[in-house]
């Protein structure tokens, strides 16, 4: 059964106003997960809708939200339902119960009569119950070799069969590209459409975090022209994404500020194109932070 991709783009809210320029103690982590829209695979009875794309830095925490439906029909059989997650590969993984081979690698299940390879066992995680509909999954220090393409796959007895290929999720995977400190500069590379900022905050409870861009200013789920945001709060960390698309002329200086209840902090990047051939452009990136005392570390991504 074929589906259809589409993308869903965060809900557009505008906020102005100046920034807070009194600066206090605090950590400042710049994370790399973003997620470029959504899919759903979109089909009479089997729907699965999650972030097309996520970026993630090597050896952090990622937890992609994932939500499905199957045949209604089959919803009220007494049979358990079983969710895999496969990373597409040459391989091929026999599964007993339906007596077929997927094509791909088994990274995470519910079923525990299946195997998995400890190295993967121990680091993805099915995160919910799918028969409630949820196919979350987590993965713990992710590595680089994790990028690739992943699907979700369901079994129900012998009446419900199904992997939602239509609807693959891609993991990007980048190594840290540069640290930075007052006294630290740090260069990155783009090759295709922009570059990508992330800030994040750990303050509790949770915070705001806003981008003055060019003295625009813009936070939550915001757009302008080719410059797009995206924030979300998780537990007590707040993060928020910058995503510029386009060529970059000339210098552009980039504020992120975290307001917290113990309050304010800032941070500062200075971003200039240099050309250093026909085909080979760098983007270089100068961080700067309004107070000795705050830490940060500075990401920037390919953008695919």
């Not at 121990?122 to 995160?127: G, S």
């Amino acid at each position: 059964m074929q589906g259809e991709k589409s993308l869903k783009l965060p809900n557009v809210s505008r906020k102005t106003g100046s920034l807070v320029s009194s600066i206090m103690t605090a950590t400042v982590l710049i994370l790399s997960l973003l997620c470029k829209g959504m899919l759903s695979q979109l089909s009479p009875s089997f729907t699965l809708t999650m972030p097309a794309s996520v970026y993630v830095q090597r050896g952090l925490y990622v937890h992609p939200p994932c939500q499905f439906t199957y045949n209604n029909q089959h919803q009220n059989s007494s049979e358990k339902l079983f969710g895999y997650w496969f990373k597409n590969a040459e391989t091929r993984y026999y599964l007993p119960s339906s007596k077929r081979y997927v094509k791909g690698g088994l990274v995470a299940t519910n079923d525990e009569s299946r195997r998995i390879d400890p190295s993967i066992k121990n680091r993805f995680q099915l995160e919910e119950n799918p028969e409630q509909g949820d196919c979350s999954f987590s993965i713990n220090d992710v590595q680089l070799e994790d990028a690739g393409q992943y699907f979700f796959r369901i079994e129900k007895g012998q009446e419900v069969l199904y992997s939602y290929v239509d609807a693959s999720f891609q993991l990007l995977v980048t190594a840290f590209l540069g640290l930075s400190n007052t006294r630290t500069n740090a260069t990155c590379w783009h090759e295709h459409n922009g570059f990508l900022c992330t800030c994040s905050l750990h303050p509790s409870p949770p915070g705001q975090l806003h981008w003055q861009v060019g003295g625009e200013v813009l936070s939550g789920n915001d757009t302008n022209g080719n410059l797009q945001v995206s924030s979300w709060v998780r537990g007590k960390e707040v993060t928020s994404f910058l995503k510029w698309t386009g060529t970059l002329d000339g210098d552009l200086t980039i504020i992120c500020l975290g307001i917290s209840p113990f309050g304010n902090h800032t941070l500062q990047f200075l971003l200039n194109s240099t050309t250093t051939g026909a085909h080979n452009e760098g983007l270089t990136v100068e961080s700067g932070q309004l107070n000795d005392t705050l830490l940060f570390l500075l990401a920037l991504f390919l953008m695919k």
